[in-house]
T-cell receptor
Framework: GAVVSQHPSWVICKSGTSVKIECRSL??????MFWYRQFPKQSLMLMAT?????????EQGVEKDKFLINHASLTLSTLTVTSAHPEDSSFYIC???????????FGPGTRLLVL | RKEVEQDPGPFNVPEGATVAFNCTYS??????FFWYRQDCRKEPKLLMS???SGNEDGRFTAQLNRASQYISLLIRDSKLSDSATYLC??????????FGGGTRLMVKP
């Protein structure tokens, strides 16, 4: 089946630093990637949708200048949390889908803790 | 009002019990529906799709009622390994997934 990886799986950083999270589709070409955030005991909330080679579309309430998304190739999308603060601590999960395919395949998630 | 609503639980049931989860959705334009399972600190994994005609996969049965915008999941003969959070998910025409808050199930010996 389709495999999506994320790196790193865990990151702890100081407040004010920037953190980059990578999402890779390992065995298929991901024309669209989605970034979700999940706070403890809450559901996944879609942050943004990115299509390869295009600017990401952000959901309402998500700051595009704070959460920079790059989807420069068909197998890699990155999410950079700029100037991270403790309230950005969360579980960040990406998913990917291929052209003409409806199923989204989820990555294992990245747990971010900002001190 | 949340677009997809679920009872958060937890549902505490003994092994072998039958348990049912419900979910309602507010966007009548939603096209497809799914149940996902999420274990603690892990990503959600697709459990099954949900159809109006019903969908059965082993001990799991899912049902969609479009008229009342209601989705259900029935788990028979619960196993300890069924303990997880079950997420009700709706997909719209733009292929965007909307997740419910999840229902936590704990199966005990």
């Amino acid at each position: 089946g389709a495999v999506v990886s994320q790196h790193p799986s865990w990151v702890i950083c100081k407040s004010g630093t920037s953190v980059k999270i990578e999402c890779r589709s390992l065995d298929f070409q991901a024309t669209t990637m989605f970034w979700y955030r999940q706070f403890p005991k809450q559901s996944l909330m879609l942050m943004a949708t990115s299509n390869e080679g295009s600017k990401a579309t952000y959901e309402q309430g998500v700051e595009k200048d704070k959460f920079l998304i790059n989807h420069a190739s068909l197998t890699l999308s990155t999410l950079t949390v700029t100037s991270a603060h403790p309230e950005d601590s969360s579980f960040y999960i990406c998913s990917a889908k291929g052209q003409g395919v409806e199923t989204q395949y989820f990555g294992p998630g990245t747990r971010l803790l900002v001190l | 009002r949340k677009e997809v609503e679920q009872d958060p639980g937890p549902f505490n049931v003994p092994e072998g019990a039958t348990v049912a989860f419900n979910c309602t959705y507010s966007n009548s334009a939603s096209q497809s529906f799914f149940w996902y399972r999420q274990d603690c600190r892990k990503e959600p994994k697709l459990l099954m799709s949900v159809y109006s005609s019903g969908n059965e996969d082993g001990r799991f049965t899912a049902q969609l009622n479009r008229a009342s915008q209601y989705i259900s999941l029935l788990i028979r003969d619960s196993k300890l390994s069924d303990s997880a959070t079950y997420l009700c998910v709706a997909r719209n025409a733009g292929n965007m997934l909307t997740f419910g808050g999840g229902t936590r199930l704990m199966v005990k010996p």
